[in-house]
């Protein structure tokens, strides 16, 4: 019984039953853990490593300074950008929205960079469903690629206060 | 010290038992069953907000009903269950005395200081901070105090039990090795010790940045630490729940495990590699590199994931043995279908293990794959998992065994036991629902802890599936139903501890199952091989589902 204490030598031989599922079970971890190198070596979507430290103000200054220059037009009061392909593009967020709305092409690579101006976010694609974190002090750059048209929503999933679920902002994709 | 303890022979079990861990037992599951009763009232207003149709409180209160609500089940509810279990598994199963009776309870009463300091402060409107309070998000100091507090508290409580350990084999209270479930408490207490440290880890910085000492806490370090709190107190969790599924196979069908050094060796699997999955929760952020990701998140080659599926094919196989050695040995499933479905021990045992074994685990498993982890990260699908393992899991399975507490440590009969049966079912299958329709919702990125994913007063208003809707309904009803579970365990446990009629002190008072016969015949588990290939063809099919679904998206590379 589970509760009674063992006497005698308990280090028995196991059943060839038992043996049979630990092997399957240890096998199907082997597959569990292949899947993920393999994913980084053949897949298309892996987290990328690509981060920088980066202060509130500096990274500010940068996203400012990115509008200026590629600003098209305005959405509900923020600067719409339109990047070229494979350019660099900057997004921050801070309470509580995502800034600016940015315009991207389908089929083209862009370089993605977020950072937070004061908590933690969490940058969540809606309602594609593509999540990252964004953490004040890191600048974490994206590679992605958009495959499909229209519009796409950059909701807040980590929670950062009482205006946490205002915080959505905007991707356009032609 | 010994001659001061008080010891009774339990009339039902023949085991030893020291007055001084009665008591604990006793104080710790009083403040678990009012944990579980906070935590629930704050469950059902949560419940009844994220439900678009009723959408009942509003954004500041709901914030702050989903702290408390995380607080006191996540932490509270559990850890004052666990800190019982392990008086149970050390003293009493050892039938020695515990090592130290007063600092026990001086234990306690940091657990009970902290908490409180932690739901005034969250009640007051100073921690809108969530259950994780993720810097630089700022809460009262007292807050951070308090968990620190009740930290310090349950790791003397965990102390409590190794020093036990250690007085029981000076003093020779029993020969051999000690029995299987005290093994498994003792893994869920060492498991416990690195929790806690990294509790104090994060939480000492973090209560001095609060009262202006440190000026800046990197959010990325605060992440990294925090989790190897955060996660692993969850798979304390997953441990002391292993050890309850073997205690009431034992007192249900008078089960013995098939072989002893499968189950040990799968609960040394846990110590070795169960906390690395940590990482969890960090798999989609910037400071930290693949390899460290790819690692941590497979628990070192999932070893900790053979272990679960070890234990999910020996508790079963162990109740198919004991059962097929009472003659119920007709085709496959004679020994199941003829077990004790009244027992309310049993009805846990059994949901307990299938829930988190099919949903809890399962989704866990694939959802803390390095790249799925985009296409689940922060939305519904984690609360989704992690409902069907620490409530499906380990709250029902501690509802369960909370069933044998009352008589056998109160020495109060259960009132109307049929009810405590359908108590079972009704939130477990509650729970079910409640998670099915969670975690399906989140599959449309339908993101957690938000008080509005209508997205009425932002700034643009993204589209909703109507299916996503449906399954927010799915889990609101499940919901409802689980609440009304939770609602009975409580009514029906705190009635029969103060009105119950009282056990008598006399064998057999409170039938407990008596082990089957041991005649040597070899006994098969074909019944139980058939269960765990339906499980590996279940797991198999929705991890590889996962990794299309992730397909689909973006790209990202």
């Given at each position: ?10 280090w028995?031989?196991?059943?060839r ?12 971890c ?12 053949k ?8 981060t920088?430290?980066?202060t ?5 200054a ?7 220059k ?20 900057y997004m921050?967020g801070?309470l509580?929205q995502?800034?600016?709305v ?13 950072s ?6 969490g940058f969540?694609?809606?309602p ?5 974190m964004?953490?004040?002090?890191y ?10 048209k ?22 356009i994709?032609? | ?11 039902q ?7 001084a861990?009665?008591r ?5 599951a ?6 579980i ?7 059902v207003?949560?419940?009844l907000t994220?439900w678009?149709a ?5 954004p ?12 006191n089940?996540l ?10 279990i ?10 020695s005395r515990?090592?130290?009776?007063r600092?026990?309870?001086?234990g306690f009463?940091?657990m009970?200081?902290g ?18 309070s993720?810097v ?7 807050f951070?105090l308090?968990?620190?507090?009740f930290?310090v ?7 409590n039990?190794?020093?036990t350990?250690?007085?029981a ?12 479930v005290?093994?498994g408490?003792?893994?869920a207490?060492i ?12 939480y ?9 000492v440190i ?7 605060y992440r ?13 969790n997953?441990?002391a ?13 008078g089960?013995?495990?098939v072989?002893e050094?499968?189950?040990?060796t ?8 169960i906390?690395?999955?940590?990482a969890?929760?960090l798999?989609?952020d910037?400071q930290?590199?693949?390899?460290w990701?790819?690692?941590n998140?497979s628990?070192?080659?999932?070893l900790?994931?053979?272990a679960?599926m ?9 109740v198919?043995?004991a059962?097929?050695?009472k003659?119920?040995?007709?085709g ?12 309310p ?9 299938a829930?988190f ?13 390095e790249?799925?982890?985009i ?24 509802m369960?065994l ?17 009810l ?12 079910a629902?409640f ?5 399906t ?5 339908i ?6 994913v ?15 809707f449906?399954?927010?309904g799915v ?8 609440g009304?579970?939770g ?12 009105f119950?009629?009282?056990?008598p002190?006399?064998?057999?008072a ?13 006994v ?6 058939v ?5 590996l ?18 790209y990202v590379?």
């Amino acid at each position: 019984m589970s509760i009674q204490t063992l006497k005698g030598v308990w280090w028995k031989k196991v059943d060839r039953s038992e043996k049979l599922w630990l092997g399957i079970a240890l096998a199907w971890c082997l597959v569990l853990f292949a899947m993920m190198p393999l994913w980084h070596w053949k897949g298309g979507q892996n987290p990328s490593f690509e981060t920088y430290r980066i202060t509130a103000a500096d990274y500010q200054a940068k996203v400012e300074a990115y509008v200026q220059k590629t600003k098209v037009g305005e959405d509900r009061g923020f600067p719409v950008v339109a990047p070229g392909p494979g350019e660099d593009v900057y997004m921050l967020g801070r309470l509580w929205q995502w800034y600016p709305v940015v315009k991207l092409k389908k089929g083209e690579t862009y370089r993605l960079h977020l950072s937070s101006l004061d908590l933690v976010h969490g940058f969540s694609l809606f309602p594609l469903n593509l999540n990252f974190m964004v953490l004040p002090g890191y600048e974490y750059v994206l590679p992605i690629t958009p495959t499909e048209k229209g519009e796409v929503y950059a909701v807040c999933n980590e929670f950062c206060g009482i205006g946490h679920h205002q915080m959505v902002g905007k991707i356009i994709v032609e | 010290m010994s001659s001061l303890a008080t010891f009774r022979t339990c009339a039902q079990t023949g085991l030893r038992v020291d007055g001084a861990a009665e008591r604990m037992i006793k104080v710790h599951a009083v403040a678990g069953v009012l944990a579980i009763l906070f935590g629930g009232i704050a469950a059902v207003l949560v419940l009844l907000t994220r439900w678009p149709a009723v959408h009942l409180l509003g954004p500041a209160m709901y914030y702050r009903a989903l702290t408390f609500h995380g607080m006191n089940m996540l932490i509270f509810w559990i850890i004052f269950f666990e800190i019982a279990i392990l008086y149970f598994a050390g003293p009493i199963l050892l039938g020695s005395r515990v090592a130290w009776p007063r600092v026990g309870w001086a234990g306690f009463g940091l657990m009970v200081l902290g908490s409180l300091l932690i739901d005034v402060a969250i009640l007051r409107g100073g921690a809108d901070v969530m259950f994780t309070s993720y810097v630089p998000l700022r809460a009262v100091s007292y807050f951070y105090l308090g968990w620190i507090l009740f930290a310090v508290g349950a790791l003397i409580g965990v102390l409590n039990f190794f020093a036990t350990l250690v007085v029981a084999r000076a003093e020779r209270t029993y020969e051999g090795s000690m029995p299987l479930v005290t093994f498994g408490a003792a893994t869920a207490a060492i498991i416990a010790v690195a929790t806690l440290a990294h509790g104090a880890i994060i939480y000492i910085p973090t209560w001095l940045w609060s009262l202006g000492v440190i000026q800046n806490l990197d959010a990325g370090m605060y992440r990294l630490v925090w989790w190897g709190l955060g996660h692993p107190s969850q798979q304390i969790n997953v441990t002391a729940m292993v050890a309850v599924w073997y205690l009431l196979a034992t007192l249900t069908v008078g089960a013995s495990p098939v072989n002893e050094k499968v189950c040990r060796t799968a609960f040394l699997l846990y110590i070795l590699f169960i906390n690395l999955a940590a990482a969890h929760h960090l798999l989609v952020d910037p400071q930290l590199s693949p390899a460290w990701k790819v690692f941590n998140t497979s628990y070192g080659m999932y070893l900790a994931v053979l272990a679960s599926m070890v234990h999910g094919m020996t508790v079963p196989a162990a109740v198919e043995v004991a059962q097929r050695k009472k003659g119920l040995s007709k085709g496959l499933f004679e020994w199941l279908a003829k077990a004790p479905w009244g027992n309310p021990g049993f009805a846990a045992l059994v949901l307990s293990l299938a829930l988190f074994g099919f949903m809890g685990g399962i989704t866990g498993v694939t959802f803390g794959a390095e790249q799925v982890n985009i296409i689940s990260h922060n939305t519904l699908r984690i609360p989704g998992h992690f409902h069907s393992t620490v409530v499906a899991g380990t709250t029902l399975a501690f509802m369960g065994l909370t069933y044998f507490v009352v008589p056998l440590i109160f020495r109060r009969y259960i009132l109307a036991p049929k009810l405590a049966t359908a108590q079972i079912y009704l939130f477990g299958i509650g729970i079910a629902i409640f998670a099915g329709g969670m975690t399906t919702a989140g599959s449309y990125a339908i993101p957690r802890r938000h008080w509005d994913v209508q997205f009425a007063s932002s700034f643009f208003q993204p589209p909703i599936e109507p299916a996503a809707f449906f399954f927010l309904g799915v889990m609101g009803i499940g919901g409802l139903l689980a609440g009304l579970g939770g609602a009975l365990f409580v009514a029906i446990t705190v009635a029969s501890v103060f009105f119950g009629k009282r056990v008598p002190d006399v064998p057999g008072a409170v039938p407990l199952a008596a082990m089957p016969p041991d005649r040597g015949q070899h006994v098969p588990i074909s019944g139980t091989l058939v269960l765990v290939f339906v499980f590996l063809a279940a797991f198999v099919i929705y991890y590889f589902l996962n990794w299309k679904w992730l397909a689909a998206i973006w790209y990202v590379r």
